[in-house]
């Protein structure tokens, strides 16, 4: 790390916010203990945006990321302030319930994470839970919308009874993002959803994200630069749990506002 240090009374630089926005975080800190790992964030995503989001190891974006469906709630000792919205509603309301809001805001993570169970079955289960389908012809057609929009569905319609984890790495991920479509999600988060896959199944990831952004809006967080430069519309960059910067991805890499960006980018530190 190099001596550059974050200001004390750091103001995020560029453009934070959105004129149509799904969601809108404003002054988050989140705090693990008595630690603070993310500093008065605020940050809007917009309808159908790809936010990426990037920084060095350690920097938050896997803290903030997981505070915008709560999913810090199951990490103990985690607390989250500030206000986290989506289309105007507070999820960190207490009368709302967790489990929706996971459906809303679904969750794609580093490691593919089937079911031990059928592919049909892991992408049907959440339609189940959450009501979505009627009878079994409905099922049936959510299982293969949902595999389609994934890009799987002619690679296992004709084996869909058979175990999820019996598919390749890059295709278990399309599963697990098939699952987190099946129940109509706002938003999808991804955590490095390509860090266990080959560059051909990144590649094929990456491709999804473009096509996904029609119908949801989506945040992912990267290691990758490459990445976050072809599959996403802006891009905000971390530094010690403080949003040092967001604006348009391209200008991020090739004209960045901070020198912490700049710093970042140009392989200065990492
Ligand atoms: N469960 C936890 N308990 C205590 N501290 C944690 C926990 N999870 C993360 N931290 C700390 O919070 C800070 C931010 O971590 P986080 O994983 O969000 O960073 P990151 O930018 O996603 O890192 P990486 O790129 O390495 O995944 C780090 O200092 C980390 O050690």
Redesign the pocket.
């Known amino acids: 790390m190099p001596d550059m240090k974050v200001n004390e009374k750091h103001v995020t630089v560029g453009k934070q916010f959105h004129d149509d926005p799904r969601m809108t975080m404003r002054n988050v800190n989140v705090f693990?203990g008595e630690?603070q790992?993310i500093h008065d964030v605020s940050i809007d995503i917009g309808k159908n945006e790809v936010m990426a989001m990037i920084?060095p190891?350690?920097?938050?974006?896997?803290?903030f990321l997981r505070s915008l469906n709560r999913m810090n709630d199951t990490?103990e000792?985690?607390r989250v302030e500030g206000e986290i919205c989506m289309d105007g509603e507070s999820l960190y309301n207490t009368k709302l319930d967790v489990v929706e809001l996971r459906a809303r805001v679904g969750m794609v993570f580093q490691k593919p994470n089937p079911f031990p169970k059928s592919i049909y079955e892991n992408v049907a289960y959440g339609a189940k839970i959450h009501g979505l389908a009627d009878s079994r012809i409905d099922l049936d057609e959510i299982v293969e919308n949902s595999l389609n929009k994934a890009g799987l569905w002619k690679e296992v319609k004709d084996r869909l009874h058979q175990p999820g984890t019996g598919l390749s790495g890059g295709q278990q991920q399309r599963l697990c993002i098939a699952r987190a479509i099946a129940v109509t999600p706002e938003v999808i988060l991804m955590d490095e959803p390509c860090s266990a896959l080959d560059p051909i199944a990144t590649a094929r990831i990456e491709e999804l994200i473009k096509e996904l952004s029609e119908n949801f809006t989506i945040a992912i967080?990267t290691?990758s630069m490459q990445q976050a430069a072809r599959v996403s519309d802006r891009t905000a960059y971390?530094h010690l749990?403080q949003l040092i910067e967001v604006n348009p991805t391209e200008q991020v890499f090739t004209m960045p506002e901070h020198e912490l960006t700049e710093g970042y980018i140009t392989g200065r530190f990492g």
Do not use: D, R
Not at 57 to 63: A, L, M, R
């Open positions: 693990y630690k790992a920084g190891s350690g920097c938050g974006k896997s803290t990490v000792g985690c967080v290691h971390f749990g």
